[in-house]
């Protein structure tokens, strides 16, 4: 049983753009409840790595910003290496900054980044001018990006990812003229609300973004809400445990990350959205979610994967205990995640005792599985953590992590609070 009430931690994406806009934007910054997860770290210490004055007091961060055009490799360093360790965001949005600068950077990070594509960046990225090479192509890292003098572009995004579009956005700012980025589907929107509070001249018109290079951005305060994506696992504790109550205070609910409390609705589950108000151009509210022992199986596809895509490992935690079979499909980037998300999330449910099927492009999870255990592998896949150890709430046996220290990535703190949750 999970009981009782709390004020969530900031928000990685928002925590990883508020960063990166601060560091470029001239003056001071202050941003509040920001993440301190090592992703988010990552991102911190590459700014500090190009010169940016960032301190960190508790859960705000003070960023005395230089410019859109300011960044240097600090202390002079020739051959500036920035390491973003597990962070794919952090990768991916510093490619568009470092191809409007005028120095030469290589990036680096863990074993998992070296597996993830980057190519989907550095194509467009080099249409716009900016000279990267690296492995596979510059697909893989390291990759070394010598910016500065870029053209505009006017791009139609092969994939729906809100890192490719961000970088491409950011990159639009140092840009000869407007450029034009046209979206699949819709994808998380932090930098365009963001960089909008900041003064850049960006318009969104559904699905089409337009935006115009600028000389420079404003400083401005932050405030960082509570992240839907960790809340997620909490969320779905609540629903699955007897006799739970639980009041997460302080979700972000912006409508391009609210997929998964649609998918609650549409499976039965007793959540509720109190208070909803806006702070910084984001939506917030608080979330009261409660057992639903009438769960039933849905199809999730299309348009709403990526108002979901990181929570498919918990959603799919949650279809074991429905009745009848959840389908999940157009999902195929889930194969490119901090792990192959389609693998381990089947594997390790088959393993535990559910009873799943892996798709080309998603996975089918067949409802009212008796979860009995066992010991699953994360893979160092923080959110296939942080899924597994929800499942070990309703097993029969223990579900035991290979590795639980992955978890810090977004959530650190986290065992403390489904324990306090636990002992209420
Ligand atoms: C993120 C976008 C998503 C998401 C990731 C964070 C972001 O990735 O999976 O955890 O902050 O922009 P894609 O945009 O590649 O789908």
Request: net charge negative.
């Amino acid at each position: 049983m999970l009981k009782g009430s709390f004020e969530l931690i900031g928000d990685k994406s928002i925590s990883h753009r508020a960063i990166m806009l601060s560091s470029i934007s001239k003056g001071k910054n202050k941003i509040s409840n920001f993440l301190m997860g090592e992703d988010c770290l990552s991102t911190i210490n590459c700014f500090r790595k190009m010169d940016v004055d960032i301190e960190i007091d508790n859960n705000e961060v003070y960023v005395t910003g230089k410019g859109l055009r300011g960044l240097k490799p600090a202390n002079n360093m020739e051959n500036l290496l920035l390491d973003v360790g597990n962070s794919g965001t952090t990768i991916r949005l510093m490619m568009g900054i470092l191809s409007g600068q005028n120095f030469k950077t290589t990036i680096i990070g863990d074993e998992s980044i070296g597996r993830r594509p980057m190519k989907r960046v550095t194509d467009p990225l080099r249409q716009m001018g900016a000279i990267i090479t690296g492995k596979d192509d510059a697909n893989l890292t390291p990759i070394t990006i010598e910016g500065g003098n870029l053209t505009h572009i006017d791009y139609n995004m092969p994939v729906s990812s809100a890192q490719v579009k961000s970088a491409l956005i950011l990159a639009s700012l140092y840009g000869d003229d407007t450029s034009f980025i046209h979206e699949k589907s819709k994808s998380r929107n932090h930098t365009e609300i963001m960089l909008k509070s900041f003064g850049a001249d960006i318009q969104v018109n559904n699905l089409d973004i337009k935006v115009n290079p600028v000389e420079e951005l404003f400083n401005r305060d932050i405030y960082v809400p509570g992240d839907i994506s960790s809340a997620a696992f909490i969320i779905v504790g609540a629903l699955i445990c007897e006799n739970s109550e639980v009041l997460i205070k302080n979700v972000g609910l912006n409508d391009t990350r609210v997929g998964i409390i649609e998918v609650i609705k549409k499976m039965n589950g007793n959540i509720e959205i109190i208070d909803e108000h806006e702070i910084c151009g984001e939506k917030v509210g608080d979330v009261l979610v409660s057992y639903s022992p009438n769960l039933v199986g849905t199809t999730i596809d299309k348009d709403l994967i990526p108002k979901l895509i990181d929570e498919i490992p918990i959603i799919a935690v949650l279809a074991t205990r429905a009745e009848g079979d959840t389908i999940i499909k157009d999902a195929a980037e889930l194969k490119v995640k901090e792990s192959n998300r389609i693998k381990s999330v089947v594997d390790n449910l088959n393993l535990i005792g559910a009873k799943a099927i892996e798709l080309e492009d998603g996975m089918i999870i067949k409802g009212k599985s008796k979860i009995q255990g066992g010991k699953i592998q994360t893979f160092n896949d923080h959110r296939i953590a942080m899924a597994f150890s929800i499942a070990d709430l309703i097993s029969s046996e223990k579900v035991i992590l290979d590795s639980h220290k992955c978890i810090d990535i977004s959530f650190p703190g986290y065992f403390n609070l489904l324990n306090k949750l636990s002992n209420y």
